[in-house]
């Protein structure tokens, strides 16, 4: 593997959507998401070129899985197809705007990866690594191999982001802050969003609040990510809110991950935190445009146009 932009280290699932309820649906249409890919395949719409760490299992969807990975340009040399099977969601939107989801994850394949055997070469060599407390989540193993990825990440000088994601169906309360917090000293941004999951998470919603106190923790980036209000972004010393771009919502899964893809990319260009942080808003924008969390991720151009930026 050459030198990569960004790496991500997670799980990808199976998708099926449904335009009814869950309970009244007949037909489902497939597809795949999960943060960690989600971000990849956003970073990679804006030209970065991405790796994923993981594990597939060997059932019928790991050619697709596969198939439609490479189809974005990620390099998949360090997410092998082992014995196991991949997790699956099913999902609807309902009326409202709100989402109705299930998952099947517990024991999946990529749930079983352990710290050696992270690929610390590439991980080390990239621009820059992005995991999540949904990957911390997936069992003790992967938390381990979360804490050890972002320790040789940052020890190598490599950009290190990470987003808290908080799912308490996966785990307590107590037991996400105690992730959370043993990643902080090895984070150079954090990606978190308010209000709710700032306020269980850290017991703040104000994002200025919210920023200092992860400064505090040794965090030099906060990207508070807002919904319709857009991004407040934090850098030590400079503070900005940058607004959402209005757009007819359809779905708003994966908007979040759209949002880091974007930052990364800015990141791993040279732009410095603000300038990502807008390219990270436009593009998740333009995502809530359609459905699904990937599908609907728009291309450079369209985002750069939105952007009223010069296509590099």
Not at 23 to 44: I, P, S
Not at 255 to 263: E, I, K, R, V, W
């Amino acid at each position: 593997m050459s030198q990569l932009d960004l790496i991500s280290f997670g799980e990808s699932m199976v998708e099926f959507f449904a335009e009814q309820p869950l309970a009244d649906a007949l037909v489902f249409q497939k597809a795949y998401g999960g943060d960690a890919m989600n971000v990849l395949v956003a970073a990679a719409r804006l030209g970065a070129r991405g790796g994923f760490i993981s594990k597939v299992g060997d059932d019928p969807f790991a050619r697709y899985l596969r198939a439609e990975w490479q189809r974005e340009g990620l390099d998949l040399t360090h997410a092998p197809v082992v014995p196991g099977f991949n997790a699956v969601y099913f999902i609807t939107v309902l009326e409202g705007g709100q989402r109705e989801f299930t998952y099947y994850r517990a024991g999946s394949a990529a749930s079983t990866f352990r710290a050696e055997e992270l690929p610390l070469a590439a991980l080390t060599t990239a621009k820059a690594f992005y995991t999540s407390g949904i990957t911390q989540a997936l069992g003790p193993n992967c938390r381990a191999a979360v804490l050890a990825a972002v320790r040789a990440a940052r020890a190598a000088g490599v950009f290190v982001a990470f987003d808290p994601n908080l799912r308490l169906k996966l785990w307590t309360l107590a037991e996400a802050r105690a992730a959370f917090a043993e990643v902080l000293p090895y984070t150079d941004a954090v990606l978190i969003s308010g209000p709710e999951e700032s306020r269980t998470l850290l017991e703040l919603d104000d994002p200025v609040e919210i920023a200092a106190s992860l400064h505090a923790r040794g965090v030099r980036i906060v990207g508070v990510k807002q919904g319709e209000r857009g991004c407040t972004v934090s850098t030590e010393g400079r503070c900005e809110q940058v607004p959402a771009l209005p757009v007819a919502v359809v779905d708003t899964t994966g908007a979040g991950d759209a949002f880091n893809g974007a930052f990364l990319y800015g990141m791993t260009q040279g732009w410095d935190a603000i300038a990502s942080a807008r390219l990270g808003v436009v593009h998740a924008s333009l995502k809530c445009r359609g459905r699904g969390a990937v599908a609907s991720l728009p291309a450079r151009d369209e985002t750069y146009a939105a952007a009223q930026l010069r296509s590099l």
